[in-house]
């Protein structure tokens, strides 16, 4: 009897290792995980309370996230401990518009404003509190979320992200939200499983597109909430190519994936992982005793779900000094992103390429492995004239037609390549989309001015001022179409500086400022990474690729590149012969002398030398030995 008991609890006890061996595989690879083995998440029941700590079923108020989550976890050092909390009011040439500071004159955006017009991509920490639920529910209602945030009702927001998932109805106007009960069990709590990691499309929500389901991707080009995607052509997604909805160039040859780790179900918190989660947590080598090699210490899993870090590791910004990120990245006890050495073995691979250590000091893996962006990425941006009351002139590249039109022929572009400088001192070749803002500044402090100024400059209403139009109408039509939207004579210019100059501004001129956003997503393998020695080692050399940086240039102002960024802009800034400014990297400023492509002058004539003197030496000793040999 024993014995069959025995036999019972071991069948039993190996089940469990095995149950326990499949939640340690899908913890450590993120939510996605392998696809057939996902389990449901193993998220408690849970009270939805409200900002006094009542159950919302009670109080019928909105929900709070610091008082539901904070009824386990310590929701304030989550908030605080939060990169995303951080883009609150900044400003960007892309989005424009900024908070105002305190005492300011010249009156902007207040806070609130702000959130109402570019609160799309921040998830709280200020007037509206951080919302857990848009990364931690499968299916967030993003645009009811989005509503709430433009018609300026807060105190809404987070719940109205429930939308969908049968806690939470409109109400019967139409203007608010109610709970429903019937969404809830018999205790008033929401049902185990309902929080679960974050998915890819929830980082989507706001970085960029995200396409996991088998429909043929289809988007418009350059669109401003497709953040990354905007900036750099970036798409995640394990859909073929030639599988999906776009008008890619040569489309039926491009069997390969836009991104091989989305198509090898590796998610973004399978890379972006929280800076103290046990399962990667290392102690700072300024702590760590200095005898070990290897120390097994980890940091306590209780701890880590009371608080767990939502500073993420992410790869160096391209906007902030390496010293800043260093210092970011210290304070949570951790020295960078995994880099894609940690993951993949070169030793055991890459046979074709010769000299590996050489190749792999100067180059980043995305260099070869990224040859290629398919969609497009936006070129520049010109804020000097309006398209519309809100809206800059904006330039993409890699598209042939008109932005937002899915039948224009995509080309996509091949990324600039230049040194990054990365956090180990090292400089290596990593590619790039370089964007170009074009603004208004004015005063002593180069402040941009206010887009309500320019609307009163360009605008009478909704439509252009008569004025606007026979300054810019080229074809004399009494219409402004795309083309003509330019400040391309002095004439122009002045005209515009003259208005601004009426509205109180002092000495307005134009700025250009040229942005790089690295490129490290849709990353290719096999038959399509650059394989071949004559990419890099020729004349017209692939490290040395001129890219377009602008078509046009407003009041012809060139454009200076942003001071703190970790790319090494050492090339030449120029124009071609159609006055387009473009940009050629140099690899030998850049420290890099590539065989097939760089000469050095005293190298060249000592070779030259070293031939010539061989000559004449071998010529000399073999004129001797034939005068010798008829003298004697």
């Given at each position: 009897?024993?014995?069959?008991?025995?036999?019972?609890?071991?069948?039993?006890?190996?089940?469990?290792?095995?149950?326990?061996?499949?939640?340690?595989?899908?913890?450590?690879?993120?939510?996605?995980?392998?696809?057939?083995?996902?389990?449901?998440?193993?998220?408690?029941?849970?009270?939805?309370?409200?900002?006094?700590?009542?159950?919302?079923?009670?109080?019928?108020?909105?929900?709070?996230?610091?008082?539901?989550?904070?009824?386990?976890?310590?929701?304030?050092?989550?908030?605080?401990?939060?990169?995303?909390?951080?883009?609150?009011?900044?400003w960007n040439p892309l989005t424009y518009r900024y908070v105002t500071p305190q005492g300011d004159a010249k009156f902007d955006l207040s806070a609130t404003d702000w959130l109402q017009l570019l609160g799309e991509r921040y998830v709280g920490?200020?007037?509206?509190?951080?919302?857990?639920?848009?990364?931690?529910?499968?299916?967030?209602?993003?645009?009811?979320?989005?509503?709430?945030?433009?018609?300026?009702?807060?105190?809404?927001?987070?719940?109205?992200?429930?939308?969908?998932?049968?806690?939470?109805?409109?109400?019967?106007?139409?203007?608010?939200?109610?709970?429903?009960?019937?969404?809830?069990d018999e205790k008033g709590q929401v049902a185990t499983g309902f929080v679960k990691a974050p998915s890819d499309e929830n980082c989507g929500l706001c970085h960029g597109i995200v396409h996991t389901t088998p429909d043929p991707l289809i988007t418009t080009a350059c669109q401003i909430d497709e953040w990354s995607t905007l900036t750099s052509g970036q798409i995640f997604s394990p859909q073929r190519l030639k599988d999906?909805?776009?008008?890619?160039?040569?489309?039926?040859?491009?069997?390969?994936?836009?991104?091989?780790?989305?198509?090898?179900?590796?998610?973004?918190?399978?890379?972006?992982?929280?800076?103290?989660?046990?399962?990667?947590?290392?102690?700072?080598?300024?702590?760590?005793?200095?005898?070990?090699?290897?120390?097994?210490?980890?940091?306590d899993i209780n701890e880590y779900l009371y608080r767990p870090s939502h500073e993420f590791v992410k790869g160096q910004s391209m906007l902030i000094s390496s010293a800043v990120i260093t210092k970011i990245i210290r304070n949570d006890q951790l020295e960078s992103m995994r880099r894609c050495e940690s993951c993949h073995s070169v030793e055991l691979t890459h046979d074709w390429l010769p000299y590996?250590?050489?190749?792999?000091?100067?180059?980043?893996?995305?260099?070869?492995?990224?040859?290629?962006?398919?969609?497009?990425?936006?070129?520049?941006?010109?804020?000097t004239v309006l398209t519309s009351p809100h809206t800059p002139h904006l330039i993409c590249r890699g598209v042939e037609g008109t932005n937002g039109d899915p039948t224009a022929r995509i080309t996509g572009y091949e990324p600039l390549l230049l040194p990054c400088q990365e956090i180990n001192g090292c400089n290596r070749l990593t590619p790039y989309n370089l964007l170009t803002a074009w603004f208004w500044v004015y005063g002593n402090s180069d402040r941009p001015v206010r887009l309500q100024d320019l609307q009163a400059v360009y605008f009478d209403g909704q439509a252009?001022?008569?004025?606007?139009?026979?300054?810019?109408?080229?074809?004399?039509?009494?219409?402004?179409?795309?083309?003509?939207?330019?400040?391309?004579?002095?004439?122009?210019?002045?005209?515009?500086?003259?208005?601004?100059?009426?509205?109180?501004?002092?000495?307005?001129?134009?700025?250009?400022?040229?942005?790089p956003y690295g490129v490290h997503h849709d990353v290719t393998n096999s038959e399509w990474v650059t394989q071949?020695?004559?990419?890099?080692?020729?004349?017209?050399?692939?490290?040395?690729?001129?890219?377009?940086?602008?078509?046009?240039?407003?009041?012809?102002?060139?454009?200076?590149?942003v001071k703190k960024t970790t790319a090494q802009l050492n090339g030449q800034l120029y124009l071609d012969e159609q006055g387009q400014v473009m940009y050629r990297p140099s690899s030998q400023a850049a420290g890099l002398y590539v065989l097939g492509h760089d000469s050095n002058f005293w190298a060249n004539w000592l070779g030259i030398l070293a031939v010539v003197g061989t000559m004449l030496g071998v010529s000399v000793h073999g004129g001797l030995r034939i005068w010798a040999a008829r003298q004697f």
């Open positions: 009897m024993n014995f069959r008991f025995w036999i019972l609890d071991f069948g039993l006890r190996k089940t469990l290792w095995v149950l326990m061996g499949i939640a340690m595989i899908m913890v450590t690879f993120g939510s996605a995980g392998v696809a057939w083995a996902q389990t449901p998440s193993l998220h408690p029941t849970f009270a939805m309370l409200d900002e006094n700590g009542l159950n919302v079923l009670e109080s019928g108020e909105a929900v709070s996230t610091m008082k539901t989550c904070g009824a386990c976890h310590d929701t304030a050092y989550i908030e605080s401990h939060s990169s995303h909390t951080n883009t609150f009011g900044k920490g200020k007037i509206v509190e951080l919302n857990c639920f848009l990364c931690h529910t499968a299916q967030p209602d993003n645009q009811a979320r989005l509503t709430e945030l433009k018609t300026g009702n807060f105190h809404w927001v987070n719940t109205a992200v429930l939308s969908g998932t049968g806690l939470v109805i409109p109400t019967k106007s139409g203007k608010g939200w109610q709970w429903n009960p019937q969404g809830f999906s909805g776009l008008n890619l160039v040569g489309k039926e040859e491009l069997s390969q994936g836009w991104d091989i780790h989305a198509q090898r179900l590796v998610n973004c918190v399978g890379c972006h992982y929280s800076t103290n989660n046990p399962i990667y947590y290392q102690e700072s080598p300024s702590s760590r005793p200095g005898h070990l090699k290897f120390d097994s210490r980890r940091r590996k250590e050489r190749h792999l000091n100067a180059l980043s893996c995305e260099t070869c492995h990224i040859p290629k962006i398919y969609a497009p990425a936006a070129q520049q941006v010109d804020w252009y001022r008569p004025e606007i139009v026979t300054l810019l109408d080229n074809n004399g039509d009494g219409k402004l179409n795309e083309v003509e939207l330019k400040l391309d004579t002095p004439a122009k210019v002045e005209a515009i500086k003259t208005k601004l100059v009426a509205l109180g501004l002092e000495n307005p001129y134009i700025r250009g400022e040229i942005q071949k020695c004559e990419a890099c080692h020729r004349e017209n050399s692939r490290l040395t690729q001129p890219l377009l940086v602008a078509s046009y240039r407003p009041s012809g102002v060139m454009p200076e590149f």
